[in-house]
């Protein structure tokens, strides 16, 4: 299988304060690493492409210094929210690309909710 | 842009029928299609992907390919109630392997 985990799987925090999340491929290796952000009835986002070893490549208007993305092994990437506001509440799912076959595997997603 | 159309839905199916997804896509160069399930809170699981015209079978799921028309399908047969989720055709779209994904549809199996 290709087995993605994440950690934590819900985090509530209060705003103002930053958050980490986990993203883990357990089975194999992922140079590339994926986090999405989706919010209720929507869409998944691509926020940013995580590539082990270099900075993370993010999508048109995302804020590479209130999300930063760290992808420092093969098998594990890090999301930080820093100085969360309500309105970054949601859903963060990571994906991790197994090889180079452009298959992505998804973890379970965290969710976050900023008071 | 490269974009990736999924038209149709919400579906709703009785239990037992064969349900039909399809999905459109704009870069001809495409080379590999992939169908992921999303249930309500969940996170995406991929369930079948494809790189070859024709049809491609796991289990109830079949995945249909037809580079000259740019289309990709989704059969699935004998559906259940358990089969009810989000269906999102995704297409990888340029450098570092991004997944384009279409809007997704929404399949319903009543019982």
């Known amino acids: 299988g290709a087995v993605v985990s994440q950690h934590p799987s819900r985090v509530i925090c209060k705003s103002g304060t930053s958050v980490k999340i986990e993203c883990r491929s357990l089975?194999?290796?992922?140079?590339?690493m994926f986090w999405y952000r989706q919010f209720p009835k929507q869409s998944l986002m691509l926020m940013a492409t995580?590539?082990?070893?270099?900075?993370?490549?993010?999508e048109q208007g995302v804020e590479k210094d209130k999300f930063l993305i760290n992808h420092a092994s093969l098998t594990l990437s890090t999301l930080t929210v820093t100085s969360a506001h309500p309105e970054d509440s949601s859903f963060y799912i990571c994906?991790?690309?197994?090889?180079?076959?452009?298959?992505?595997?998804f973890g379970p997603g965290t969710r976050l909710t900023v008071l | 842009q490269k974009e990736v159309e999924q038209n149709s839905g919400p579906l709703s199916v009785p239990e037992g029928a064969i349900a039909s997804l399809n999905c459109t896509y704009s870069?001809?160069?495409?080379?590999?299609f992939f169908w992921y399930r999303q249930y309500s809170g969940k996170s995406p699981e991929l369930i079948m992907f494809?790189?070859?015209?024709g049809d491609k079978e796991d289990g109830r799921f079949t995945a249909q390919l037809n580079k000259a028309s740019q289309y990709v399908s989704l059969l699935i047969r004998d559906s259940q109630p358990s089969d009810s989720a989000t269906y999102l055709c995704?297409?990888?779209?340029?450098?570092?392997?991004?997944?384009?994904f279409g809007k997704g549809i929404t399949l319903s199996v009543r019982p």
């Open positions: 494809i790189y070859s015209n």
């Open positions: 995580s590539n082990e070893g270099s900075k993370a490549t993010y």
């Open positions: 089975d194999f290796q992922a140079t590339t």
């Open positions: 994906s991790a690309e197994r090889g180079s076959t452009d298959t992505q595997y």
């Open positions: 995704a297409v990888p779209s340029g450098a570092n392997s991004k997944l384009t």
């Open positions: 870069d001809r160069g495409s080379q590999s």
